[in-house]
Protein backbone atom coordinates (compact mmCIF):
# COMPACT_ATOMS: atom_id res chain seq x y z
CA UNK A 1 0.00 0.00 0.00
CA UNK A 2 1.18 3.43 -0.65
CA UNK A 3 4.20 4.80 1.41
CA UNK A 4 5.05 8.61 2.29
CA UNK A 5 7.92 10.75 3.12
CA UNK A 6 8.83 14.08 3.94
CA UNK A 7 11.93 15.47 5.20
CA UNK A 8 13.43 19.07 6.45
CA UNK A 9 16.50 19.82 7.93
CA UNK A 10 19.23 17.54 6.40
CA UNK A 11 20.25 20.16 3.63
CA UNK A 12 22.68 18.78 0.85
CA UNK A 13 21.03 15.26 1.56
CA UNK A 14 17.23 15.61 1.28
CA UNK A 15 16.89 13.42 -1.94
CA UNK A 16 19.01 11.13 -0.62
CA UNK A 17 16.95 10.53 2.54
CA UNK A 18 13.69 10.69 0.42
CA UNK A 19 14.80 7.87 -1.77
CA UNK A 20 16.16 5.68 1.37
CA UNK A 21 13.39 6.52 3.11
CA UNK A 22 11.33 5.13 -0.05
CA UNK A 23 13.27 2.11 -0.24
CA UNK A 24 12.80 0.96 3.53
CA UNK A 25 8.51 1.74 3.05
CA UNK A 26 8.87 -1.11 -0.41
CA UNK A 27 7.35 -3.43 2.01
CA UNK A 28 4.45 -1.96 1.92
CA UNK A 29 3.74 -2.94 -1.71
CA UNK A 30 3.69 -0.27 -4.56
CA UNK A 31 4.06 0.21 -8.72
CA UNK A 32 5.34 3.64 -8.99
CA UNK A 33 7.29 6.26 -7.07
CA UNK A 34 8.38 10.21 -6.99
CA UNK A 35 9.65 12.86 -5.15
CA UNK A 36 9.39 16.45 -5.02
CA UNK A 37 11.97 18.99 -3.50
CA UNK A 38 10.98 22.57 -2.81
CA UNK A 39 13.38 25.32 -2.23
CA UNK A 40 12.72 28.81 -4.81
CA UNK A 41 11.34 26.42 -7.03
CA UNK A 42 9.80 22.83 -7.13
CA UNK A 43 11.17 20.21 -8.60
CA UNK A 44 9.41 17.28 -8.85
CA UNK A 45 10.90 13.55 -10.47
CA UNK A 46 8.25 10.63 -10.58
CA UNK A 47 8.19 7.63 -12.20
CA UNK A 48 6.26 3.89 -12.60
CA UNK A 49 8.21 0.88 -11.49
CA UNK A 50 9.91 0.46 -8.79
CA UNK A 51 12.61 2.40 -6.40
CA UNK A 52 15.44 1.71 -9.15
CA UNK A 53 13.62 2.94 -12.04
CA UNK A 54 13.03 6.19 -9.63
CA UNK A 55 17.05 6.15 -9.37
CA UNK A 56 17.37 5.62 -12.78
CA UNK A 57 15.47 8.66 -13.63
CA UNK A 58 17.01 10.85 -10.95
CA UNK A 59 20.44 10.29 -12.63
CA UNK A 60 19.36 12.37 -15.23
CA UNK A 61 18.61 15.36 -13.12
CA UNK A 62 18.94 15.46 -9.50
CA UNK A 63 16.05 17.76 -7.59
CA UNK A 64 17.26 20.09 -4.91
CA UNK A 65 15.95 22.06 -2.08
CA UNK A 66 16.00 22.12 1.08
CA UNK A 67 12.71 20.55 2.17
CA UNK A 68 11.08 17.67 0.29
CA UNK A 69 8.65 14.79 0.34
CA UNK A 70 8.19 11.22 -1.31
CA UNK A 71 5.98 8.36 -2.15
CA UNK A 72 5.58 4.92 -3.20
CA UNK A 73 2.23 4.20 -4.82
CA UNK A 74 -0.01 1.20 -5.07
CA UNK A 75 -3.20 2.40 -7.63
CA UNK A 76 -6.58 2.49 -6.81
CA UNK A 77 -7.39 4.96 -9.21
CA UNK A 78 -6.27 4.82 -12.88
CA UNK A 79 -3.10 2.04 -13.70
CA UNK A 80 0.19 2.07 -12.70
CA UNK A 81 2.10 4.80 -14.77
CA UNK A 82 4.22 7.99 -15.11
CA UNK A 83 1.34 10.20 -14.74
CA UNK A 84 -0.28 8.95 -11.89
CA UNK A 85 2.86 8.84 -9.48
CA UNK A 86 2.37 11.03 -6.79
CA UNK A 87 3.81 13.95 -6.05
CA UNK A 88 0.34 15.48 -7.86
CA UNK A 89 0.96 18.76 -9.02
CA UNK A 90 -1.32 22.22 -9.32
CA UNK A 91 -1.83 23.60 -12.89
CA UNK A 92 0.86 26.10 -11.93
CA UNK A 93 3.45 23.84 -11.01
CA UNK A 94 4.01 24.95 -7.76
CA UNK A 95 2.57 23.01 -5.14
CA UNK A 96 3.28 19.20 -5.14
CA UNK A 97 0.86 16.59 -2.73
CA UNK A 98 1.68 13.26 -1.82
CA UNK A 99 -1.53 11.20 -0.36
CA UNK A 100 -2.45 7.47 0.86
CA UNK A 101 -6.13 6.65 1.61
CA UNK A 102 -8.77 7.38 -0.95
CA UNK A 103 -10.65 10.85 -1.17
CA UNK A 104 -14.43 9.76 -1.47
CA UNK A 105 -15.38 12.95 -3.08
CA UNK A 106 -13.09 13.06 -5.87
CA UNK A 107 -15.37 13.03 -8.71
CA UNK A 108 -17.37 15.92 -7.18
CA UNK A 109 -14.11 18.09 -6.61
CA UNK A 110 -12.66 16.89 -9.72
CA UNK A 111 -15.66 18.16 -11.69
CA UNK A 112 -16.24 21.45 -9.96
CA UNK A 113 -12.04 22.38 -10.41
CA UNK A 114 -12.45 21.17 -14.24
CA UNK A 115 -15.59 23.17 -14.78
CA UNK A 116 -12.99 26.43 -13.30
CA UNK A 117 -10.82 25.86 -15.74
CA UNK A 118 -8.11 23.33 -13.91
CA UNK A 119 -6.23 21.38 -16.08
CA UNK A 120 -5.84 17.05 -14.45
CA UNK A 121 -2.94 15.34 -15.91
CA UNK A 122 -3.40 12.22 -13.77
CA UNK A 123 -6.88 9.69 -13.27
CA UNK A 124 -6.06 9.92 -9.70
CA UNK A 125 -8.36 11.01 -6.72
CA UNK A 126 -5.20 12.83 -5.41
CA UNK A 127 -5.14 15.39 -8.06
CA UNK A 128 -7.65 17.49 -6.90
CA UNK A 129 -5.69 18.43 -3.82
CA UNK A 130 -3.19 20.44 -5.40
CA UNK A 131 -5.59 22.05 -7.43
CA UNK A 132 -7.51 22.84 -4.22
CA UNK A 133 -4.40 24.29 -2.92
CA UNK A 134 -3.83 26.44 -5.88
CA UNK A 135 -6.99 28.06 -5.48
CA UNK A 136 -6.89 28.83 -2.35
CA UNK A 137 -3.59 30.53 -2.82
CA UNK A 138 -4.86 32.63 -5.57
CA UNK A 139 -7.54 33.79 -3.20
CA UNK A 140 -5.22 35.27 -0.76
CA UNK A 141 -4.98 33.01 1.40
CA UNK A 142 -1.20 31.75 2.96
CA UNK A 143 0.49 28.49 1.94
CA UNK A 144 -0.54 27.15 5.66
CA UNK A 145 -4.24 28.49 5.06
CA UNK A 146 -4.66 27.46 1.90
CA UNK A 147 -3.44 23.66 2.50
CA UNK A 148 -5.72 24.11 5.30
CA UNK A 149 -8.99 24.89 3.63
CA UNK A 150 -7.98 21.85 1.01
CA UNK A 151 -7.91 20.00 3.60
CA UNK A 152 -11.01 21.16 4.71
CA UNK A 153 -13.26 19.78 1.62
CA UNK A 154 -11.65 16.21 1.85
CA UNK A 155 -14.33 13.35 2.87
CA UNK A 156 -12.38 9.89 2.97
CA UNK A 157 -9.77 8.24 4.52
CA UNK A 158 -5.93 10.34 3.65
CA UNK A 159 -2.38 11.05 5.14
CA UNK A 160 -1.39 14.07 2.92
CA UNK A 161 1.88 15.89 2.96
CA UNK A 162 2.43 18.61 1.01
CA UNK A 163 5.80 20.76 -0.21
CA UNK A 164 5.48 24.46 -2.32
CA UNK A 165 8.02 26.25 -4.10
CA UNK A 166 8.87 29.38 -2.39
CA UNK A 167 7.89 27.60 1.43
CA UNK A 168 10.80 25.87 3.23
CA UNK A 169 8.03 23.53 5.13
CA UNK A 170 6.39 20.50 4.63
CA UNK A 171 2.50 20.76 5.87
CA UNK A 172 0.78 17.63 6.54
CA UNK A 173 -2.79 16.05 7.39
CA UNK A 174 -4.48 13.02 8.18
CA UNK A 175 -7.75 11.18 8.98
CA UNK A 176 -7.87 7.49 8.75
CA UNK A 177 -4.43 6.80 7.36
CA UNK A 178 -1.58 6.61 9.64
CA UNK A 179 1.16 9.65 9.91
CA UNK A 180 4.24 9.58 11.96
CA UNK A 181 6.47 12.61 12.74
CA UNK A 182 10.46 11.26 13.53
CA UNK A 183 12.89 14.02 15.42
CA UNK A 184 16.37 13.83 15.33
CA UNK A 185 18.85 16.38 16.62
CA UNK A 186 19.00 18.46 13.32
CA UNK A 187 16.32 17.26 11.26
CA UNK A 188 12.65 16.35 11.19
CA UNK A 189 10.76 13.48 9.55
CA UNK A 190 7.15 12.87 8.48
CA UNK A 191 6.22 9.24 7.35
CA UNK A 192 2.94 6.83 6.77
CA UNK A 193 5.24 4.00 8.53
CA UNK A 194 8.53 4.61 10.97
CA UNK A 195 11.21 2.76 9.10
CA UNK A 196 11.06 5.12 6.27
CA UNK A 197 13.23 7.68 9.01
CA UNK A 198 14.29 4.81 11.44
CA UNK A 199 17.52 5.38 10.28
CA UNK A 200 18.07 8.99 11.58
CA UNK A 201 15.95 8.52 14.78
CA UNK A 202 13.74 6.62 17.21
CA UNK A 203 11.74 9.58 18.33
CA UNK A 204 8.53 9.59 17.07
CA UNK A 205 4.96 11.64 17.13
CA UNK A 206 1.99 9.56 16.10
CA UNK A 207 -0.52 11.81 14.70
CA UNK A 208 -4.17 11.67 15.31
CA UNK A 209 -7.21 11.78 13.01
CA UNK A 210 -8.00 15.24 11.86
CA UNK A 211 -4.21 16.73 13.14
CA UNK A 212 -2.12 18.63 10.93
CA UNK A 213 1.05 19.53 10.91
CA UNK A 214 4.02 22.35 10.09
CA UNK A 215 7.62 20.72 10.15
CA UNK A 216 10.48 22.67 8.91
CA UNK A 217 14.48 22.86 9.89
CA UNK A 218 13.63 24.38 13.17
CA UNK A 219 10.95 22.24 14.22
CA UNK A 220 7.42 21.10 13.96
CA UNK A 221 3.89 22.22 15.17
CA UNK A 222 0.84 20.48 15.72
CA UNK A 223 -3.06 21.65 15.66
CA UNK A 224 -6.27 20.62 14.72
CA UNK A 225 -7.56 21.25 11.72
CA UNK A 226 -9.12 24.27 12.50
CA UNK A 227 -5.83 25.30 14.09
CA UNK A 228 -6.01 24.50 17.81
CA UNK A 229 -3.01 23.93 19.19
CA UNK A 230 -2.72 19.74 19.86
CA UNK A 231 -0.18 19.04 22.87
CA UNK A 232 1.94 15.67 21.45
CA UNK A 233 3.74 13.11 23.64
CA UNK A 234 7.29 12.34 22.31
CA UNK A 235 7.81 8.07 21.94
CA UNK A 236 11.06 6.39 21.48
CA UNK A 237 10.11 3.23 18.92
CA UNK A 238 12.21 0.42 20.94
CA UNK A 239 13.16 -1.90 17.48
CA UNK A 240 16.36 -1.67 16.34
CA UNK A 241 17.12 -0.32 12.17
CA UNK A 242 18.90 -3.82 12.08
CA UNK A 243 15.58 -5.32 12.31
CA UNK A 244 14.63 -3.89 9.17
CA UNK A 245 17.68 -5.02 7.04
CA UNK A 246 17.99 -9.00 5.64
CA UNK A 247 20.60 -9.60 8.24
CA UNK A 248 22.53 -12.09 5.72
CA UNK A 249 19.24 -13.60 4.77
CA UNK A 250 18.25 -14.10 1.38
CA UNK A 251 14.84 -12.76 2.17
CA UNK A 252 13.17 -10.69 4.40
CA UNK A 253 10.30 -13.31 4.53
CA UNK A 254 13.18 -16.23 5.90
CA UNK A 255 14.90 -13.77 8.11
CA UNK A 256 11.22 -13.16 9.69
CA UNK A 257 10.34 -17.64 10.02
CA UNK A 258 13.88 -17.54 11.63
CA UNK A 259 12.94 -14.56 14.34
CA UNK A 260 9.86 -16.58 15.09
CA UNK A 261 11.55 -18.52 17.91
CA UNK A 262 13.62 -14.54 19.62
CA UNK A 263 9.22 -12.87 18.72
CA UNK A 264 7.80 -15.83 20.66
CA UNK A 265 10.02 -15.00 23.94
CA UNK A 266 8.98 -11.25 23.48
CA UNK A 267 5.77 -11.83 23.51
CA UNK A 268 6.01 -13.61 26.62
CA UNK A 269 8.42 -12.03 28.17
CA UNK A 270 7.22 -10.47 31.88
CA UNK A 271 3.10 -12.05 31.14
CA UNK A 272 3.94 -15.31 32.43
CA UNK A 273 4.32 -16.71 36.11
CA UNK A 274 4.71 -20.04 35.44
CA UNK A 275 5.24 -21.10 39.16
CA UNK A 276 1.90 -19.50 40.09
CA UNK A 277 -0.07 -20.75 36.56
CA UNK A 278 -0.91 -17.08 35.98
CA UNK A 279 -0.62 -15.03 33.36
CA UNK A 280 -0.86 -11.19 33.62
CA UNK A 281 -1.84 -9.11 31.72
CA UNK A 282 -2.91 -6.61 34.44
CA UNK A 283 -2.78 -3.28 31.51
CA UNK A 284 -5.74 -4.47 29.83
CA UNK A 285 -7.78 -4.23 33.07
CA UNK A 286 -11.20 -5.95 33.61
CA UNK A 287 -12.18 -7.31 30.58
CA UNK A 288 -14.60 -9.99 31.57
CA UNK A 289 -16.32 -10.82 28.56
CA UNK A 290 -19.76 -12.65 28.05
CA UNK A 291 -19.04 -13.37 24.46
CA UNK A 292 -16.50 -12.65 21.85
CA UNK A 293 -16.52 -11.63 18.76
CA UNK A 294 -12.90 -11.61 16.86
CA UNK A 295 -12.77 -9.85 13.36
CA UNK A 296 -9.78 -10.04 11.15
CA UNK A 297 -8.21 -10.51 7.55
CA UNK A 298 -6.30 -13.11 5.93
CA UNK A 299 -3.61 -14.31 7.89
CA UNK A 300 -5.07 -12.89 10.69
CA UNK A 301 -8.70 -14.37 10.38
CA UNK A 302 -6.65 -17.51 10.74
CA UNK A 303 -5.39 -16.29 13.89
CA UNK A 304 -8.77 -15.60 14.96
CA UNK A 305 -10.54 -18.92 13.58
CA UNK A 306 -7.50 -20.92 16.11
CA UNK A 307 -8.96 -18.38 18.98
CA UNK A 308 -12.14 -18.51 18.73
CA UNK A 309 -11.73 -22.41 19.65
CA UNK A 310 -9.58 -21.04 22.74
CA UNK A 311 -12.57 -19.07 24.05
CA UNK A 312 -15.16 -21.64 23.12
CA UNK A 313 -13.49 -23.99 25.33
CA UNK A 314 -13.05 -22.13 28.14
CA UNK A 315 -16.92 -22.18 27.71
CA UNK A 316 -16.86 -17.98 26.19
CA UNK A 317 -19.02 -18.00 23.71
CA UNK A 318 -16.99 -17.25 20.56
CA UNK A 319 -16.87 -16.72 16.88
CA UNK A 320 -14.08 -15.58 14.51
CA UNK A 321 -15.79 -13.47 11.18
CA UNK A 322 -14.09 -11.85 8.56
CA UNK A 323 -14.04 -7.82 9.00
CA UNK A 324 -14.97 -6.97 5.76
CA UNK A 325 -18.05 -9.17 6.00
CA UNK A 326 -18.20 -7.71 9.76
CA UNK A 327 -18.11 -4.39 8.41
CA UNK A 328 -21.22 -4.34 6.50
CA UNK A 329 -23.13 -7.32 7.46
CA UNK A 330 -22.44 -7.34 11.52
CA UNK A 331 -24.41 -9.72 13.51
CA UNK A 332 -26.23 -8.96 16.86
CA UNK A 333 -23.32 -7.93 19.27
CA UNK A 334 -25.00 -8.11 22.64
CA UNK A 335 -22.93 -7.71 25.18
CA UNK A 336 -19.99 -9.36 23.47
CA UNK A 337 -15.89 -7.97 23.38
CA UNK A 338 -14.83 -7.49 19.68
CA UNK A 339 -11.52 -8.21 19.24
CA UNK A 340 -10.33 -6.92 15.99
CA UNK A 341 -6.69 -8.92 15.25
CA UNK A 342 -4.29 -6.92 13.20
CA UNK A 343 -0.44 -7.26 12.66
CA UNK A 344 -0.36 -3.51 11.03
CA UNK A 345 -3.31 -2.25 12.80
CA UNK A 346 -4.10 0.03 10.10
CA UNK A 347 -6.24 -2.91 7.81
CA UNK A 348 -9.29 -0.81 6.76
CA UNK A 349 -11.57 -3.94 6.49
CA UNK A 350 -10.66 -4.61 10.37
CA UNK A 351 -11.07 -0.77 11.34
CA UNK A 352 -14.36 -0.61 10.24
CA UNK A 353 -15.78 -3.65 11.61
CA UNK A 354 -14.33 -2.26 14.79
CA UNK A 355 -15.55 1.10 14.17
CA UNK A 356 -19.24 -0.57 13.87
CA UNK A 357 -19.17 -3.09 16.68
CA UNK A 358 -17.92 0.75 18.64
CA UNK A 359 -21.21 2.34 16.63
CA UNK A 360 -23.33 -0.49 18.39
CA UNK A 361 -21.73 0.06 21.97
CA UNK A 362 -19.14 -2.86 22.29
CA UNK A 363 -16.35 -2.91 24.09
CA UNK A 364 -13.17 -3.22 21.55
CA UNK A 365 -9.91 -5.16 22.21
CA UNK A 366 -7.02 -4.77 19.14
CA UNK A 367 -4.60 -7.37 18.91
CA UNK A 368 -2.15 -5.88 17.37
CA UNK A 369 1.73 -5.28 16.34
CA UNK A 370 2.14 -1.92 16.09
CA UNK A 371 2.37 0.65 18.52
CA UNK A 372 0.56 4.03 18.13
CA UNK A 373 -1.39 2.11 15.40
CA UNK A 374 -4.72 2.86 14.68
CA UNK A 375 -7.01 0.14 16.03
CA UNK A 376 -4.47 0.10 18.90
CA UNK A 377 -5.81 4.07 19.23
CA UNK A 378 -9.11 3.71 18.81
CA UNK A 379 -10.00 0.57 20.91
CA UNK A 380 -11.19 0.46 24.17
CA UNK A 381 -7.88 -1.67 25.31
CA UNK A 382 -4.87 -2.83 23.19
CA UNK A 383 -2.63 -5.61 23.45
CA UNK A 384 0.75 -5.77 21.68
CA UNK A 385 2.08 -9.15 20.34
CA UNK A 386 6.04 -7.50 19.98
CA UNK A 387 6.98 -9.39 16.83
CA UNK A 388 8.93 -6.64 15.75
CA UNK A 389 8.26 -5.00 12.27
CA UNK A 390 7.65 -7.77 9.78
CA UNK A 391 8.86 -6.56 6.20
CA UNK A 392 8.09 -9.56 3.89
CA UNK A 393 4.16 -8.98 2.54
CA UNK A 394 3.45 -12.74 3.69
CA UNK A 395 2.86 -13.01 7.39
CA UNK A 396 5.13 -15.11 9.25
CA UNK A 397 6.32 -14.15 12.53
CA UNK A 398 3.15 -12.38 13.53
CA UNK A 399 0.85 -15.33 12.91
CA UNK A 400 3.43 -17.35 15.61
CA UNK A 401 2.73 -14.61 18.52
CA UNK A 402 -0.13 -13.61 17.60
CA UNK A 403 -1.11 -16.93 18.61
CA UNK A 404 0.60 -16.70 21.23
CA UNK A 405 -0.84 -13.92 22.37
CA UNK A 406 -4.13 -14.99 22.28
CA UNK A 407 -3.21 -17.95 24.46
CA UNK A 408 -2.40 -15.64 26.81
CA UNK A 409 -5.54 -13.36 26.85
CA UNK A 410 -7.57 -16.33 26.93
CA UNK A 411 -5.57 -17.84 30.08
CA UNK A 412 -5.95 -14.38 31.53
CA UNK A 413 -10.08 -13.63 31.17
CA UNK A 414 -10.66 -17.49 31.57
CA UNK A 415 -10.64 -19.93 34.11
CA UNK A 416 -8.76 -22.92 31.55
CA UNK A 417 -8.45 -25.96 33.75
CA UNK A 418 -4.82 -26.72 32.40
CA UNK A 419 -3.22 -23.43 32.93
CA UNK A 420 0.18 -24.44 34.18
CA UNK A 421 0.38 -26.98 31.62
CA UNK A 422 -0.40 -24.00 28.53
CA UNK A 423 1.66 -21.84 30.10
CA UNK A 424 4.97 -24.75 30.31
CA UNK A 425 3.55 -25.27 26.39
CA UNK A 426 4.01 -22.11 25.32
CA UNK A 427 7.26 -21.45 27.43
CA UNK A 428 8.39 -24.38 25.31
CA UNK A 429 7.45 -23.37 22.30
CA UNK A 430 10.53 -21.18 20.94
CA UNK A 431 12.44 -24.25 21.36
CA UNK A 432 10.28 -26.54 19.35
CA UNK A 433 10.18 -23.67 17.08
CA UNK A 434 13.91 -23.51 17.02
CA UNK A 435 13.82 -27.29 16.66
CA UNK A 436 12.32 -26.85 13.30
CA UNK A 437 14.32 -24.23 11.61
CA UNK A 438 17.29 -26.59 12.76
CA UNK A 439 16.15 -29.28 11.16
CA UNK A 440 13.33 -29.02 8.77
CA UNK A 441 12.85 -31.38 5.69
CA UNK A 442 10.91 -28.76 3.88
CA UNK A 443 13.16 -27.89 1.16
CA UNK A 444 12.92 -31.51 -0.11
CA UNK A 445 9.37 -31.41 0.08
CA UNK A 446 9.51 -28.28 -2.48
CA UNK A 447 11.19 -29.96 -4.44
CA UNK A 448 9.85 -32.72 -4.57
CA UNK A 449 6.58 -31.13 -5.53
CA UNK A 450 7.43 -27.37 -7.29
CA UNK A 451 5.74 -28.65 -10.37
CA UNK A 452 2.23 -29.26 -8.99
CA UNK A 453 -0.32 -27.36 -9.94
CA UNK A 454 -2.60 -27.46 -7.14
CA UNK A 455 -2.12 -28.02 -3.25
CA UNK A 456 -4.62 -28.98 -0.64
CA UNK A 457 -3.77 -28.99 3.43
CA UNK A 458 -5.58 -30.63 5.71
CA UNK A 459 -6.71 -30.37 9.84
CA UNK A 460 -9.06 -30.56 12.29
CA UNK A 461 -9.86 -28.43 15.29
CA UNK A 462 -6.71 -26.08 16.04
CA UNK A 463 -4.99 -27.34 12.74
CA UNK A 464 -8.31 -26.29 11.20
CA UNK A 465 -6.76 -22.69 10.72
CA UNK A 466 -3.14 -23.86 10.15
CA UNK A 467 -4.76 -25.86 7.05
CA UNK A 468 -6.50 -22.57 6.17
CA UNK A 469 -2.74 -20.35 6.81
CA UNK A 470 -0.53 -23.35 4.72
CA UNK A 471 -2.52 -22.26 1.88
CA UNK A 472 -2.69 -18.88 2.12
CA UNK A 473 1.09 -18.92 2.58
CA UNK A 474 1.28 -21.32 -0.89
CA UNK A 475 -0.74 -19.38 -3.33
CA UNK A 476 0.62 -15.94 -1.94
CA UNK A 477 3.79 -16.49 -2.79
CA UNK A 478 4.42 -19.23 -5.06
CA UNK A 479 1.45 -18.00 -7.60
CA UNK A 480 -0.52 -21.67 -7.41
CA UNK A 481 -4.15 -22.69 -6.60
CA UNK A 482 -3.56 -24.35 -2.80
CA UNK A 483 -6.95 -24.73 -0.61
CA UNK A 484 -7.13 -25.49 2.91
CA UNK A 485 -10.06 -27.69 4.57
CA UNK A 486 -11.33 -29.07 8.06
CA UNK A 487 -9.84 -32.31 7.04
CA UNK A 488 -14.17 -33.96 7.74
CA UNK A 489 -15.31 -31.54 4.87
CA UNK A 490 -12.92 -32.88 2.01
CA UNK A 491 -15.48 -35.62 1.47
CA UNK A 492 -18.38 -33.71 0.76
CA UNK A 493 -16.73 -32.17 -2.62
CA UNK A 494 -13.06 -31.42 -2.32
CA UNK A 495 -12.01 -34.92 -2.78
CA UNK A 496 -13.42 -34.70 -6.34
CA UNK A 497 -10.28 -32.73 -7.27
CA UNK A 498 -8.33 -35.09 -5.45
CA UNK A 499 -5.54 -37.18 -8.18
CA UNK A 500 -1.98 -38.10 -8.27
CA UNK A 501 -1.21 -34.20 -9.34
CA UNK A 502 -2.25 -32.61 -5.81
CA UNK A 503 -0.33 -33.06 -2.93
CA UNK A 504 -2.06 -32.96 0.17
CA UNK A 505 -0.26 -31.67 3.38
CA UNK A 506 -2.15 -33.54 6.29
CA UNK A 507 -1.33 -31.63 9.88
CA UNK A 508 -2.13 -34.30 12.08
CA UNK A 509 -0.42 -34.39 15.85
CA UNK A 510 -1.54 -36.39 19.64
CA UNK A 511 -3.12 -39.43 18.83
CA UNK A 512 -6.72 -38.30 20.08
CA UNK A 513 -10.08 -38.85 18.55
CA UNK A 514 -9.17 -35.74 16.26
CA UNK A 515 -6.13 -37.23 14.92
CA UNK A 516 -7.73 -40.35 14.35
CA UNK A 517 -10.43 -39.11 12.21
CA UNK A 518 -7.87 -36.84 10.38
CA UNK A 519 -6.05 -40.18 9.41
CA UNK A 520 -8.82 -41.69 8.16
CA UNK A 521 -9.35 -38.48 6.15
CA UNK A 522 -5.69 -39.12 4.97
CA UNK A 523 -6.79 -42.71 3.63
CA UNK A 524 -9.33 -41.42 1.69
CA UNK A 525 -7.17 -39.44 -0.66
CA UNK A 526 -4.33 -41.77 0.03
CA UNK A 527 -6.45 -44.25 -1.72
CA UNK A 528 -7.37 -41.33 -4.43
CA UNK A 529 -3.38 -42.05 -4.87
CA UNK A 530 -3.11 -38.34 -3.92
CA UNK A 531 0.89 -37.66 -2.62
CA UNK A 532 0.85 -37.46 1.26
CA UNK A 533 3.10 -35.03 3.51
CA UNK A 534 2.04 -35.92 6.86
CA UNK A 535 3.12 -32.47 9.66
CA UNK A 536 3.19 -34.49 12.55
CA UNK A 537 5.00 -35.72 15.92
CA UNK A 538 4.56 -39.26 15.13
CA UNK A 539 1.93 -39.78 18.01
CA UNK A 540 -0.36 -41.61 15.49
CA UNK A 541 -0.04 -43.79 12.74
CA UNK A 542 -0.55 -41.29 9.72
CA UNK A 543 3.32 -41.81 8.47
CA UNK A 544 2.17 -44.96 7.07
CA UNK A 545 -0.50 -43.50 4.67
CA UNK A 546 2.19 -40.69 4.30
CA UNK A 547 4.80 -40.57 1.20
CA UNK A 548 6.78 -38.09 3.47
CA UNK A 549 6.65 -36.84 6.56
CA UNK A 550 7.65 -32.96 8.30
CA UNK A 551 8.66 -33.99 11.81
CA UNK A 552 7.23 -31.77 14.73
CA UNK A 553 8.30 -31.93 18.58
CA UNK A 554 5.94 -33.09 20.95
CA UNK A 555 4.24 -29.82 22.09
CA UNK A 556 1.22 -29.02 23.97
CA UNK A 557 -1.45 -29.41 21.72
CA UNK A 558 -2.30 -25.84 21.69
CA UNK A 559 0.86 -24.62 20.51
CA UNK A 560 1.13 -28.07 18.02
CA UNK A 561 -0.14 -25.51 15.48
CA UNK A 562 2.52 -22.96 15.88
CA UNK A 563 5.26 -25.52 15.02
CA UNK A 564 3.73 -27.47 12.57
CA UNK A 565 2.57 -23.90 10.66
CA UNK A 566 6.30 -23.27 10.74
CA UNK A 567 6.93 -25.94 8.58
CA UNK A 568 4.21 -24.98 6.12
CA UNK A 569 5.69 -21.45 5.81
CA UNK A 570 8.93 -23.36 5.18
CA UNK A 571 7.74 -25.12 2.52
CA UNK A 572 5.83 -22.62 0.54
CA UNK A 573 9.41 -20.52 1.01
CA UNK A 574 10.85 -22.64 -0.93
CA UNK A 575 8.95 -23.65 -3.42
CA UNK A 576 8.57 -20.11 -4.24
CA UNK A 577 12.35 -19.52 -4.03
CA UNK A 578 12.42 -22.52 -6.73
CA UNK A 579 10.07 -20.87 -8.82
CA UNK A 580 11.84 -17.78 -8.48
CA UNK A 581 8.95 -15.72 -7.62
CA UNK A 582 9.08 -12.30 -6.10
CA UNK A 583 8.77 -13.56 -2.53
CA UNK A 584 8.82 -10.72 -0.22
CA UNK A 585 6.41 -8.70 -2.55
CA UNK A 586 4.35 -10.92 -4.25
CA UNK A 587 2.60 -9.50 -7.62
CA UNK A 588 -0.71 -7.51 -6.49
CA UNK A 589 -0.30 -7.93 -2.78
CA UNK A 590 0.34 -5.22 -0.10
CA UNK A 591 1.45 -5.20 3.35
CA UNK A 592 -0.45 -2.81 4.67
CA UNK A 593 -4.27 -2.85 3.14
CA UNK A 594 -5.56 0.29 3.81
CA UNK A 595 -8.57 0.06 1.53
CA UNK A 596 -11.88 -1.66 1.77
C1 LIG B 1 -1.00 -12.78 4.34
C2 LIG B 1 -1.15 -11.46 4.93
C3 LIG B 1 -2.48 -10.83 4.89
C4 LIG B 1 -2.75 -10.06 6.21
C5 LIG B 1 -4.07 -9.29 6.12
C6 LIG B 1 -4.39 -8.60 7.44
O1 LIG B 1 0.30 -13.26 4.47
O2 LIG B 1 -0.21 -10.90 5.43
O3 LIG B 1 -3.48 -11.77 4.66
O4 LIG B 1 -2.77 -10.99 7.25
O5 LIG B 1 -3.99 -8.35 5.09
O6 LIG B 1 -3.38 -7.73 7.80
P1 LIG B 1 -3.28 -7.18 9.28
O7 LIG B 1 -2.91 -8.31 10.16
O8 LIG B 1 -2.20 -6.13 9.22
O9 LIG B 1 -4.61 -6.61 9.63
Given at each position: MCGIIGCA?????TLDVLVHGLSKLEYRGYDSAGVALAGSDLDVCKTAGEIDDLRAALEERSPSGSVGIGHTRWST?????DENAHPHLDCNREVAVVHNGIIENYQALRDELSTAGHEFR???????VPHLIEDALADGADPEEAVREAIARLEGSYAVSVVMSGVDRIFAARNDSPLVLGIDDEAYYLASDVPAFRDHTDRVIYLADGEFAVVDADGYRVTTLDGEPVEKTVDTVD????????????HFMLKEIHEQPRALRQCLRGRVDELAGQVD??????????GIHLVACGTSYHAAVYAAQLFQQAGIPAQAFLASEYATSPPPIGDALVIGVTQ???TADTLSALREARKRGARTLAVTN????TAARECDHAMYI???????????KTFSSQIAALNLLALAITSVGDAREVISGLRDLPGAVQEILDTSTARKIAEAY???ESYFFIGRGLHYPVALEGALKMKEITYKHAEGFA??????????????DTPVFAIVTGDDEQATKTVGNVKEVEARDAPVVAVT?????VERYADHVLEVPDTHRRVAAVVANVQLQLVAYHTADMLGRSIDKPRNLAKSVTVE
Open positions: GRDGEHGPPTSDTDTEVWDPEETGKSGYDLADLGDLSPRSGETVGSRAGPEIGVAATRDAAGELKHGPLALVTQDGASD
